[in-house]
Structures are given as C-alpha cells and as structure tokens.
C-alpha cells in the first residue's frame, strides 16, 4: 500500500512562488510515474504536471510550473512560479505504475492541499 504525504501550499498573492512536496511510503518509489493534480470549486480535477524518467506537463502549467522528483528521499516537487488567481485549487499527488495524465491510471492519492492565489 502506497501512502502519499502532500506538504506546502498556503495563501499567496497574485506573481508568487509556492514549492508542494509528496513523500510516498513506497519501497518501490523510483518505479512510479508520480504527477500533480488539482482541483477547483466546480471543476473537475486535472492533470498538472507529471513525472516518470522525464518531466511531462498540462497545458496551463509548461511555462511556469516545474515538476521534479528525488528518489533517494521518495519525493516529488512541484515548483509553481508566477501564480495567478486561476491556478487557487487543491492539488493532490498520485503515483501510478504508467506514464499517464489521466487520473483514473493512478491507485494512490495524497490528501491535498489548497492553494490559494489572491488578486
């Protein structure tokens, strides 16, 4: 059973900076494509960021959102720069055996954290 321990996250304004963290319980941790989802009021969840071997991205988030993992601490990184109102959602980790943007390949899933990003 895989655990996922999502840190970061919190109140920023509009052009700041936010680093989230995902430790995962996992032995077989640098085996898992691990990505970044979130979630707003009244949308459905979406894929952020990914990463297996190689970073992968969504749309909104190649300019500006940066994924990276160190397997020696079992942990995945998403650095967010220039956030924006729009980008205030939950973000959740996930770990999945495939390389993937679609959040119904993966079995594990952190609890979240809100990010909010005032004007």
């Known amino acids: 059973q895989v655990q996922l321990e999502v840190t970061g996250g919190g109140l920023v304004q509009a052009g700041d900076s936010l680093r989230l963290s995902c430790t995962a319980s996992a032995r077989a941790f640098s085996n898992y494509c691990m990505a970044w989802f979130r979630q707003a009021p009244g949308k459905e969840r979406e894929f952020v960021a990914g990463?297996?071997?190689?970073?992968f991205y969504g749309d909104f988030a190649q300019d500006r959102f940066t994924v990276s993992r160190d397997n020696t601490k079992k942990t995945v990184y998403l650095q967010m720069n220039s956030l924006k109102p729009e980008d205030t959602a939950v973000y959740y980790c996930?770990?999945?055996?495939?390389?993937?943007?679609?959040?119904?390949?993966?079995?594990?899933w952190g609890q979240g954290t809100q990010v909010t990003v005032s004007a």
């Open positions: 996930a770990a999945s055996s495939v390389t993937s943007r679609e959040s119904g390949r993966y079995f594990a």
């Open positions: 990463i297996m071997w190689n970073p």
